[in-house]
């Protein structure tokens, strides 16, 4: 595999690789018992504590609430997508797709990040925590001194807004719609007791997040 010798790494178990880029739909019309599913588990953990570690020593002086924010805009989805499609890792995943079963965009998506743990996970077991700190090193770390942002949090925004001003913030489902995998959520935010604006996403974090960036902007908070 390209990925493994560009990142200096000579597999001791091939498996762990082949096993990271299997989708569950894959697995089942294939009739192996196995999936990434497992890796992916493992490799969410384990990219949470070296960005912990890596935030930790690189800011000497950020209290705990800080790091947590600057740790959560490198381990989102959006961040690990797109560490995903650096990789090229996409190419490489086995997804099982048909007329009767498609899989939208917004899976596509999904599976990308969670490859990218997986892979993360696998490198881990094979290689060992060394291995791994250092495939970070050349993955990850580097958008953490660029500040790269792929992530705003604009409900702990508002929220800050509201208790500086002792005002309810309140998020409502107005709707959800579309197949059980694939949902549409649309989400009203309430500032003060009054209907400011909503948002429509794949899951109601998101649409709960865009609801309160348009909050923001109706309400010119900086």
Known sequence: MNLLEKYGIVPNNSKLYEMAFIHKSYGVNND?????????????????????????????????GKLTKLRSNYVCEAALIYYSKILNLDKNIQVYSDEE?????NEVLSINADVFESILGAIYLDQGIEKTRNFLEKTVFQYIDRETIFFNDYKSRIKEYGDANEI??????????????????IMEIHVGGKKIGKGIGKSKKEAEQLAAQK???????N
């Open 32 to 64: 192996l018992d196995y999936n990434y599913e497992r890796l992916e588990f493992l490799g969410d953990s384990i990219l949470s504590m070296l960005v912990s570690e890596y935030l930790y020593k690189k800011y000497p002086n950020k209290g705990e």
């Open 101 to 105: 079963m498609k899989i939208s965009k």
């Open 168 to 185: 309810t913030i309140e998020y409502k489902l107005i709707e959800e719609f579309g197949y059980p995998h694939d949902k549409t959520f």
């Open 215 to 221: 909050a923001i902007n109706k309400l010119n908070i």
